[in-house]
């Protein structure tokens, strides 16, 4: 068996553990068996992935001893919607799912998110196991316990804070991922290197074509490390009154544009996350807080990547500045009507601020959209 990374994160009774490791799923009822009462799950994933990976978390389960019943929804952004919440808390219902059973969100960020949050509100909360097998699923949002749906008039507006009960990333999953999904889970990879750790950045500087190109051991480290950082800011901050909101790097922008574009596959959320990450750097510079070189270093090195990395890199029209502006003031992080940004002093130095004048946003704004 190859090596297992195991990453706890401690939150006294809510406390659990990341396993980061290849053949995870092969072996997925021998990982969840001990955490059940009766030896049955009930599991909800999507079209995409069921094709690719549900068969074999299926043997991995009655290898264990566990059988399952499976939900399958469509895949895409727009399955974080009420429809859906609807259709999943129903779902359980009717499989009479109990409150000592377990829920398995098999799928990437979006399954993870809408299949959290209904585990959160069925029987007034109900555990769950993520299964993560997107790369963004795998490094983010796994791990921390925001889960929850969109809103039209915004990203992740209803939700809950709910932690799982135990998380599988299997870097073999990743084999049948889509280059442009594993690139938008880059994103949110190297927004930890930019929020907090320039010795990562400069490790995926050096690692991440090779790792996009498949590199497992790569991607388990990256994975493992990304894990880790975000399991101590969550151990610090569960519920985000304060440094948490550093992983909020690049997406008061990023869920902007999302919302901008529909939820639609014009921009994943990745992306956006990316675009953010590098319009928040360039904001820094601007408002003279770090060096111009943070904002090139960022931009050359998504470009390497060949991730999109500007507005004119997303297909279609975006709305105009204005709009763009009243789009970001529904972002959570606003605090008496006035919004607070992640910005950075440096690579590796991100802080929470609110002090953006709106003449430097609308002027940032407004050459992104030239
Ligand atoms: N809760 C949090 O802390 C948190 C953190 C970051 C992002 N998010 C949310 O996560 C979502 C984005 O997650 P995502 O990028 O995983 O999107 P996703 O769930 O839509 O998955 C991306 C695409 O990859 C496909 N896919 C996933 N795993 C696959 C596999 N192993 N093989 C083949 N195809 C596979 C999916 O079908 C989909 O088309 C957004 O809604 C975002 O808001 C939440
Ligand atoms: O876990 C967190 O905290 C994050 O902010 C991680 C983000 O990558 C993620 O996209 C999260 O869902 C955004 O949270 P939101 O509160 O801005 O909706
Ligand atoms: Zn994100």
């Not at 399954?111 to 555990?127: K, T, Y």
């Not at 105009?320 to 940004?341: E, H, P, S, T």
């Not at 003449?359 to 940032?364: I, K």
Request: proline share 4%; glycine share 12%.
């Amino acid at each position: 068996m190859s090596k297992i990374d195991d990453v706890r994160v401690n939150l006294g009774e809510r406390s659990y553990t990341v396993r980061v490791g290849r053949g995870l799923i092969d072996r997925a009822g021998a990982e969840i068996a001990p955490l059940l009462r009766r030896p049955r799950v009930a599991v909800v994933s999507e079209e995409t992935v069921a094709a690719a990976q549900l068969a074999r978390f299926r043997a991995g389960l009655e290898g264990g001893g566990v059988a399952m019943e499976a939900l399958i929804l469509p895949p895409g952004e727009a399955t974080k919607s009420w429809r859906h919440l609807e259709q999943v808390v129903e779902w359980l219902i009717a499989q009479k799912v109990e409150r000592g059973d377990m829920v398995v969100a098999l799928g990437g960020g979006v399954i993870g998110d809408l299949v959290g949050f209904a585990a959160s509100v069925l029987r007034r909360g109900v555990r769950f196991v993520q299964v993560p097998t997107s790369l963004l699923a795998q490094v983010d949002s796994s791990v921390g316990g925001k889960t929850g749906i969109n809103s039209p008039l915004g990203k992740n507006l209803v939700g809950a804070f709910h932690q799982p009960s135990l998380v599988l990333c299997d870097i073999d999953a990743l084999d049948t991922l889509p280059g442009r999904d594993f690139l938008a889970g880059y994103g949110e990879v190297v927004k930890y290197g930019l929020l907090g750790d320039a010795a990562f950045f400069d490790w995926l500087d050096a690692n991440a074509p090779a790792m996009a190109a498949g590199d497992k051991d790569l991607r388990q480290e990256a994975v493992r490390h990304a894990v880790r950082m975000k399991a101590d800011l969550v151990e610090r901050d569960e519920t985000e009154q304060g440094d948490r909101a550093l992983l909020n790097l690049g997406h008061t922008f990023g869920h902007a544009l999302e919302a901008a574009t529909g939820y639609s596959d014009r921009l994943l959320h990745g992306e956006g996350v990316a675009i953010g990450c590098l319009l928040a750097f360039d904001l820094s510079a601007r408002l003279g807080l770090c060096a111009q070189e943070a904002p090139e270093r960022v931009a050359e090195h998504l470009a390497r990547m060949g991730m999109k990395r500007r507005f004119a890199d997303i297909p279609g029209d975006l709305p105009g500045r204005d709009g763009l502006i009243a789009l970001m003031a529904q972002d959570k992080k606003v605090q008496d009507g006035a919004m607070r940004f992640i910005l950075a002093r440096g690579i590796g130095e991100a802080f929470v601020t609110g002090e953006v004048p709106r003449a430097a946003l609308e002027r940032l704004l407004d050459e992104a959209l030239a």
